[in-house]
């Protein structure tokens, strides 16, 4: 993951350094650590690694579900005739028809993960890491839990699926947080179903046991996650939020992106997902809420009152036909915000922080919302830091040399160099432009190139056609 011995020196032609564009700047690197920033180069030193195009600090993808890869392009549930899918409805029978949703898409999520081994796990993993690494991703939170064997038997080595997301994103050349994730049950009062046994560990105390078993490394940190309040009952939220804070992990959960658990969460407490959590200690500046899109105002003071962040993923908010959540207020109210890719959809995360404002700009009719350093912002130095790797996503001596260059030459990006800036990146680049991307002081993507799988293409399409196979 890093390089160690001697200095190296890479020269960026173009370097967004947090607040500006600058040209001809030389970088540092020693043991996997940028150790010097230096502006005013106009051509590389003796020796250097030239960057040529616009170099950002590495992108942080703060929420994904790997195994979800193999579901893009093979679940539009409805006819594309207007007319509602065939629904067998939750309990497997019947004929009702129900739209096409949400909850119909999570069917066929789960016939996927009822096919994952350790084994097939690692491999769409690692491919699917590598075309992060390909897109400029240098740090991916995995909301991980699939945990066990189907029917809910746990392997010889009870963390083998988390242990193979880990080594995955090694060998593919990220960091990673593995967000080993608390999953009991089916709704408010019900017990797992067939397809989510392999997700549970039985209670809390049982999943905080298994989760301390795993180890950190030098790519890889362990954090939390609490699938949501419908997968949590009330009364074991606080052990998940305890092993935390004895930690001083971060703590994630899928938060109100529905209003169907909304409308589930009052039925059964009285009060809604985050009053819930905020009543069991669960909120506070290491948790971050994802896609927080269903909120009323007292939510949104909670959340930003305790500095709890927020993880927006528009492309699978739209995708699923989520909605739009309240980023600005939340923002506003103090809650921090980062990016997911989360269901793969697309992995781009240009796109995703220029979906965020373009979202914003239809709800509301008007633009600027965000500007585009502030947008960069939450790809990179806030989404580090929602994962746990606060000394990575800036371009500063000191952090880690994790950087990723864009081609300012591509159709998508050519144009007059005066009017280079943060714009350029969120609202014109994608992750087609990415041509560099280095972790740890090492090259893992060169021109284009993942240096450590040699195939990615090829890759993904034999990992995913083992699941559909």
């Not at 097939?120 to 690494?133: D, I, Q």
């Amino acid at each position: 993951m890093t390089t160690t011995g001697r200095t190296r020196t890479y020269w960026l032609e173009h370097a967004w350094l947090g607040t500006h564009v600058e040209p001809g700047v030389a970088v540092d690197v020693a043991d996997g650590r940028i150790t010097a920033v230096r502006t005013g180069t106009p051509t590389p030193p003796p020796g250097a690694d030239p960057l040529r195009g616009l170099t950002l600090p590495g992108l942080a993808n703060a929420h994904s579900h790997a195994f979800h890869r193999a579901l893009r392009g093979t679940v539009q549930v409805g006819s594309g005739t207007g007319t509602p899918p065939q629904w067998r409805g939750p309990s497997g029978g019947g004929s009702e028809r129900a739209p096409d949703s949400f909850w119909a898409w999570r069917d066929v999520m789960y016939a996927i993960a009822d096919k994952l081994t350790p084994d097939s796990y690692f491999s769409l993993a690692r491919a699917t890491y590598a075309e992060m690494a390909l897109a400029g991703i240098t740090t991916v939170g995995e909301f991980h839990y699939v945990h066990h064997a189907p029917g809910g038997a746990r392997y010889a080595d009870p963390n083998a699926m988390g242990e193979a997301l880990i080594e995955a994103a090694a060998e593919a050349g990220i960091r990673i947080t593995l967000l080993d994730t608390c999953y009991l049950s089916s709704g408010f009062g019900e017990p797992p179903n067939t397809h989510q046994l392999r997700f549970s560990d039985g209670k809390a105390d049982a999943w905080a046991e298994r989760s301390a078993v795993l180890k950190e490394r030098d790519h890889a940190r362990i954090g939390a996650a609490i699938h949501s309040v419908r997968a949590v009952p009330a009364r074991e939220l606080a052990t998940v939020a305890r092993w935390a804070e004895e930690r001083r992990a971060p703590l994630h959960v899928h938060l109100s992106e529905q209003t169907a658990e909304n409308d589930a969460c009052l039925a059964a407490h009285g009060r809604t997902p985050t009053r819930l959590l905020a009543d069991h200690g669960v909120l506070g500046p290491r948790t971050t809420g994802v896609h927080n899109t269903h909120l009323t105002d007292e939510d949104i003071a909670l959340l930003g009152g305790s500095g709890t962040g927020t993880c927006m993923c528009p492309t699978t908010e739209r995708d699923l036909a989520d909605g739009i959540g309240p980023a600005p207020a939340l923002q506003r109210a103090g809650s921090p915000l980062s990016l997911g890719s989360d269901s793969h959809a697309v992995i781009d995360l240009f796109e995703e922080a220029r979906a965020m404002e373009l979202n914003e700009r239809l709800r509301t009719r008007t633009r600027g919302h965000w500007t585009a350093a502030a947008l960069l912002r939450a790809a990179t130095a806030d989404g580090h830091a929602a994962l746990g790797w606060a000394e990575a996503g800036s371009l500063v001596p000191g952090a880690f040399a994790d950087f990723t260059t864009l081609a300012l030459d591509s159709v998508r990006t050519a144009g007059p160099a005066p009017r280079l800036g943060a714009e350029t990146a969120v609202f014109a680049a994608s992750a087609a432009d990415v041509r560099h991307t280095v972790v740890g002081g090492r090259h893992v993507v060169r021109d284009g190139a993942h240096t450590l799988v040699p195939d990615v293409p090829r890759a993904l399409t034999a990992a995913v056609e083992a699941l559909h196979g």
